[in-house]
């Protein structure tokens, strides 16, 4: 592809203004005006966001989905086992971003994860779908494998292991995680690359906000 044209991509944010005198002094209720904002503007997956993690001193990246937030941070489960399990075993502290182009507005979260209590983490698991239950056993999530048909072939079995079963069981290796914020950055578009950004950083239990350079 000519370079070129990559580089002529561009928009000029028109949509809104974040200044200091309407954000809440909360972060988490600025949050959820945001999210909300989202989901009524109908985009698919509002609630994707990439999970930065590190190992040995390399940033590792990827999405996942945001399955609840409050005051206790910004929860989401996998599968305990995989790369970012190994990556937050070694180093809790991880950063997420959300980007929702429509509004033309970024957040991004940085902060330390712990795991979700097991009762949590089940509650949430009975709440899905059954075929997802299963392919929780089915996939060792990150590992390598000969072929799609060794899926295929796990799944057959898990289908018969659990089909007298009304609950399916969660794994051990399965659960969630919660990412308690230390700061919290909105960014809204503006034109000509002058946009606004504003900084939640935690301090003493309080959350001092300041303005930073686009």
């Not at 001092?208 to 686009?214: D, Q, T, V, Y």
Request: aromatic share 12%; charged share 25%; with cysteine.
């Amino acid at each position: 592809m000519d370079k070129s044209k990559i580089a002529n991509l561009r928009n000029n944010y028109m949509l809104n203004e974040l200044l200091e005198n309407n954000v809440s002094q909360n972060p988490i209720n600025q949050f959820t005006e945001w999210f909300n904002d989202a989901i009524n503007a109908e985009m698919k997956e509002a609630n994707a966001m990439v999970l930065s993690t590190v190992s040995d001193g390399k940033p590792k990246a990827r999405v996942v989905l945001l399955k609840g937030f409050d005051e206790n941070g910004f929860v989401f489960f996998t599968n305990y086992n995989s790369h970012k399990g190994a990556e937050l075993e070694g180093n809790n502290f991880a950063a997420l971003t959300f980007f929702w182009d429509v509004l033309e507005r970024q957040v991004r979260v940085e902060g330390e994860i712990s795991k979700l209590s097991e009762e949590d983490s089940c509650e949430y698991f009975w709440s899905r779908p059954r075929a997802s239950q299963i392919g929780a056993w089915v996939s060792h999530q990150s590992e390598t494998i000969v072929g799609r048909e060794t899926l295929d072939e796990k799944l057959e079995f898990y289908n018969h292991k659990f089909e007298s079963e009304d609950i399916v069981p969660k794994p051990p290796h399965w659960g969630g995680y919660v990412l308690k914020p230390e700061s919290i950055e909105f960014w809204q578009g503006r034109p000509n690359r002058l946009h606004d950004r504003i900084l939640y950083s935690l301090e003493n239990e309080n959350w001092r906000i300041e303005r930073l350079s686009p």
